[in-house]
């Protein structure tokens, strides 16, 4: 991608500041998917994610699940639990789709080295395409993604699922209308306490059930985890970022593994703000959390809800005296207080119950819906190579590069 064409695509991934999905759907001149047809899906990566992805289009009235695909036929079995026991399967996605004419979508679930070839040839076929995150391995296959959907005119939406939460919506919604300040720092956490490994019944297998944990498969925590982090960041700044320094090391778990335990990342963004991200899975202390910090006070985002904290007003504040005088209620918290307490007392952001509260979910029928209306799905292409190639320079970074200018990896204007 060009220079010219990275700084659009900053804008148009990152720059949205509409609260609702609808509100800032863009129309598109699109093959429309009429509201009363059945829409019929297929899954490439039947794994623990894919099929978790797959109940949840299941539950949105006329989908169906029509093919299957994975190189691990064990998987065949599960996945027709959930699609019906007549699903037909494959174990090369080629074939699948081949014979499986009638295909509107397909769901690529597959591990993170095979997301490029595997959504070009969906978006080539003419297929709208649910993409997992991170996006893509290599920035050239973020840009092949990228291109591929352009040409084909199809749907394309990955599986930041954040940008669906409902809690996080709010929080961007009142960071675009200045409630605390111009937001200077974002600081990413997702700490766990446990080793990714998952059992083998073969030895032969191991690099094929635990492909995470293997750099010819995989991109490791900062794409498993922290690409949504990533994108939270990118969506905050309103662009994305021009360089990054990281570090990473095998510090837990010395299995053989080749993804790092223990990564962290600092991304500097050309506005002047900076996000930076720490994953390890040897403590759970701080668990999953995005810290952001603003001149007039700070929110806390988890996996769950969120809280708003403001500091004392200063002679340059954007946030009103009056607020800061009286304590300013929000649907997250209310707080007086200018030492920025840990949460503190308040009332939590109100999260619908069930299906409305889960990002997952919001994130599959807003693809399904995005099909039926024939709008530009809200975490589209560019969003997904803004994070994705930021994963993927990140970990050259972490990897022993130390200090990677994004402009180093995007094509000189011609």
Not at 98 to 124: Q, R, Y
Not at 168 to 191: L, P
Not at 282 to 304: A, P
């Amino acid at each position: 991608m060009k220079r010219r064409d990275f700084v659009r695509a900053s804008a148009i991934a990152a720059g949205s500041t509409a609260f609702g999905v609808e509100a800032m759907a863009e129309t598109l001149s699109r093959t429309r998917v009429s509201p009363s047809d059945q829409i019929n899906v297929g899954v490439i990566g039947a794994g623990s994610r894919g099929k978790y992805i797959t109940q949840l289009f299941l539950r949105i009235p006329e989908v169906r699940v029509t093919a299957l695909c994975d190189v691990y036929e064990p998987r065949f079995a599960e996945g027709r639990e959930i699609t019906g026991e007549d699903t037909p399967a494959f174990t090369d996605y080629r074939q699948m789709l081949d014979s499986a004419g009638d295909l509107d979508a397909v769901i690529v679930a597959s591990p993170l080295s095979f997301h490029g070839e595997h959504m070009v040839a969906c978006l080539e076929r003419g297929l709208h395409v649910y993409g997992e995150k991170a996006m893509a391995y290599t920035v050239q296959d973020c840009n092949a993604i990228v291109q591929a959907a352009e040409a084909s005119g199809r749907h394309f939406q990955t599986g930041l699922q954040y940008r669906y939460a409902p809690w996080y919506r709010q929080a961007i919604d009142r960071i675009r209308n200045g409630e605390i300040g111009k937001v200077t720092h974002v600081y990413g956490y997702w700490h766990r306490n446990y080793n990714w490994r998952r059992s083998v019944p073969d030895p032969s297998l191991e690099r094929l059930i635990n492909w995470r944990l293997y750099r010819e498969f995989s991109g490791g925590l900062l794409a498993e985890l922290g690409s949504h982090q990533i994108d939270v960041a990118n969506w905050i700044f309103g662009e994305t970022p021009e360089r990054v320094m990281g570090r990473g090391a095998v510090t837990f778990y010395d299995d053989g593994r080749e993804t790092f335990d223990d990564v962290q990342a600092v991304f500097t963004y050309p506005g002047g703000g900076t996000h930076v991200f720490s994953s390890i899975i040897g403590n759970h202390k701080v668990g999953y959390q995005v810290n952001i910090y603003g001149t007039g006070g700070s929110i806390e985002l988890t996996l769950e809800d969120g809280a708003f904290y403001y500091e004392p007003a200063r002679a340059n504040s954007a946030v009103p005296e009056e607020l800061i005088e009286r304590g300013v209620h929000t649907s997250a918290t209310l707080s007086t207080r200018g030492d920025m307490p840990y949460r503190g007392a308040g009332l939590p952001i109100e999260i619908p119950d069930g299906e409305q509260g889960n990002p997952n979910f919001l994130a599959v029928a807003s693809f399904i819906e995005s099909l039926r209306s024939d709008t530009r799905p809200f975490a589209d292409e560019k969003v997904g190579w803004a994070s994705a190639v930021a994963v993927a320079l990140g970990n050259e970074a972490i990897r022993g590069k130390g200090l990677v200018e994004f402009s180093d990896y995007l094509e000189e204007e011609s």
